[in-house]
């Protein structure tokens, strides 16, 4: 099983995303924070995955990408999610500094979401 780690502080999101995940994507196991102080522990290198909220209290998604890649986890692990618009996320967040900026609520990019989880899931039948 892929290891998918959702840090977001709206736990409506973080349970829709949760359900949907599960329903869509049996092969990959989910885990959720809403508070991003206490996710920091959460985020290790064995994750396959960081969805988290650019937009947070405390700690914002790019201190959290700053300390996730210090704890070993590459760019292309890491997606930023966010409410805003695609050209306010791609300002904020630089080409490279993960694998997506992509608005959590758009269907377009929740499509995109959705390849990346098909893309991780396929990899969990290859090991099987």
């Not at 990959?28 to 522990?41: A, D, E, G, H």
């Not at 790019?62 to 996730?68: D, F, G, N, V």
């Not at 999610?81 to 996320?89: F, Q």
């Not at 995109?112 to 098909?118: C, E, K, P, Q, S």
């Amino acid at each position: 099983m892929h290891k998918v780690l959702i840090i977001d502080d709206d736990p409506l999101f973080l349970k829709l995303i949760t359900q949907q995940i599960g329903e869509g994507w049996p092969n990959l196991s989910v885990f959720t924070c809403n508070n991003s102080v206490q996710s920091l522990r959460q985020i290790t290198p064995d994750l396959d995955l960081l969805l988290v909220d650019l937009e947070m209290p405390k700690l914002d998604g790019t201190k959290l990408i700053a300390y996730a890649i210090a704890r070993g986890l590459h760019r292309s692990q890491i997606i930023v999610l966010s409410a805003r618009e695609a050209d306010y996320l791609h300002k904020q967040i630089p080409l490279g500094q993960c694998l997506a900026v992509l608005n959590k609520h758009e269907a377009k990019q929740k499509a995109v979401l959705a390849m990346i989880f098909d893309a991780l899931e396929k990899k969990s039948e290859k090991k099987t």
